[in-house]
């Protein structure tokens, strides 16, 4: 269970801190940022 719970919370903190990239970054990355946007949105669980 404990570790279920670290997996969420470092998939959460990964969602955010990619919310928080810029376009450039985003590209160097590959993405586009409307997918930055989707994943960021994701609950935590999933």
Do not use: V
Request: glycine share 2%.
């Amino acid at each position: 269970m404990i570790s279920w719970i670290a997996e969420r919370e470092e998939k959460r903190l990964s969602r955010l801190a990619l919310a928080e990239l810029t376009d450039d970054q985003l590209a160097d990355i590959g993405l586009t940022p409307a997918q930055a946007r989707r994943e960021a949105a994701q609950p935590f669980w999933k």
